[in-house]
Structure formats: C-alpha cells, structure tokens
C-alpha cells in the first residue's frame, strides 16, 4: 500500500520559472512532510520540511504547501535553476513513527 | 565529520552468494537506518537501530536479511542467498532522536546487482 504518491513522475521548466511538485498521502496521522532532492548516484538529501501544524514553510527559493483536509502537500521552487534539475521525493512520517514512507519520486528538468 | 558512508559503493553478485556492506553513520546520531530502493521507486524502510538496540524491522526484512550494529557506531547489512529480486540501492541513513522536522542525512548507498 503506497501510502505517500507522486504521481507525476517527470516535470520540465525553463530556467527562471516556477516549478511545482505534487505529492498526496493517505495516512491522516502524518505529522512531518519532507522533500528530498536526489542527485544520481547520491543518497537522498533533505531539503525542506513542513509540519501538520502549519500550511506553509519557506525556505530561500523553496516552498512547501500543506493542505491536510485534502492530503495534499506541493513543493514550489522559484526562479527555478538548472542545478535544481533532479529527483524530488516526497516522505512523510508519524510523530510517534521511526520511519518515513516516501513517494515514487519526480524527476525535475530545468531546461538553460 | 564527513557524513554518512557507505561502503561499497557497487557489489555484483551471482546469485546464492551472501554478501555485506557497511555503513559508518555521523558519529553523534544514535539512530541508525537502512533502506532500500528500487528502479522507479521511493526508498523503503528496512530497519533502524537506537544505539546498538534493533527497534524495528520491516516485513521487507525477510529471515535472509539480518543487520547489526554491535557497539552503537558502524552497522551491517546482510544478504544471505541472495536472489536476482534483491537487486536494488542499499541506503543507510542517521539522525539525532527523533528526525521530526530535519529527516535523516543519507548516505550514496550501496548498489547491489544479483546476476
């Protein structure tokens, strides 16, 4: 049972546009939501969090939306750059949980 | 400290051969993580350790699988048997307590080819 989806499994942008990345969950007692960027051949590394308690998290270029009535969390990177092309998974856990479920992951182009 | 490593970065195997890797955590975490990913999927949750105890393992974890983490520092991932379905990226991650807001910081993994 997936519980975290990302149904999109590929996106492209021009260089200095938004990108947005879309993830929904199905487990109601997430309370963290993390995006991880993954370059090839590299682990995952976190990028930005959210959590249940909040709708919004900023970070520089980067901003996660939380909408928990509809189980479904974006992450916002504007002005997109060419070194944001990569992997962005979407992982989320429960407070009392040991571990993160992840989505399939979508896979960003930003084209020069 | 330089992060999380892994080692070895790539291990091809025939099949029915056990193999192991290795994973030196950021020496402050006391939780200790692995998962595994397969081609087109998101990682998924193998088992963690809190110091040198097993917490919890994932149905994953089948009885050919055993991991360790004998003195709270380094861990060990084995595969015995191991079948072309094992084939995947071994990931170990760590962290502080509870991740909460900040995740884990992974390691590049292990990428284990069953041939």
């Known amino acids: 049972d997936q519980q975290v989806k990302q149904n999109s499994p590929s996106l492209s942008v021009q260089e200095g546009r938004i990108s947005i990345l879309n993830c929904d969950y199905t487990?109601?007692?997430?309370?963290?939501f993390l995006w991880y960027k993954k370059y090839p051949a590299e682990g995952p590394t976190f990028l930005i969090s959210?959590?249940?308690?909040?709708d919004k998290n900023e970070d520089g270029r980067f901003t996660v939306f939380l909408n928990k009535s509809a189980k479904h969390l974006s992450l916002h990177i504007v002005p997109s750059q060419p070194g944001d092309s990569a992997v962005y998974f979407c992982?989320?856990?429960?407070?009392?949980?040991?571990?993160?479920?992840f989505g399939t992951g979508t896979s960003l182009t930003v084209i020069p | 400290d330089t992060g999380v490593s892994q080692d070895p970065r790539h291990k091809i195997t025939k099949r029915g051969q056990n193999v192991t890797f290795r994973c030196d955590p950021i020496?402050?975490?006391?939780?200790l993580y692995w998962y595994r990913q397969t081609l087109g999927q998101g990682p998924e949750f193998l088992t963690y350790?809190?110091?040198?105890?097993?917490?919890?393992k994932s149905r994953l974890l089948s009885d050919r699988f055993s991991a360790e983490r004998p003195k709270g520092s380094f861990s060990t991932l084995e595969i015995q048997r191991t079948e072309q379905g094992d084939s995947a990226m071994y990931l170990c991650?760590?962290?502080?307590?509870?991740?909460?807001?900040?995740?884990?910081?992974f390691g590049s993994g292990t990428r284990l080819t069953v041939v």
């Open positions: 991650a760590s962290s502080l307590e509870m991740t909460g807001s900040v995740g884990y910081t």
């Open positions: 487990n109601s007692m997430f309370d963290y």
């Open positions: 959210i959590s249940s308690i909040k």
């Open positions: 992982a989320a856990s429960a407070w009392t949980g040991n571990q993160f479920y």
């Open positions: 020496s402050e975490h006391n939780r």
């Open positions: 350790f809190q110091n040198e105890a097993q917490l919890e």
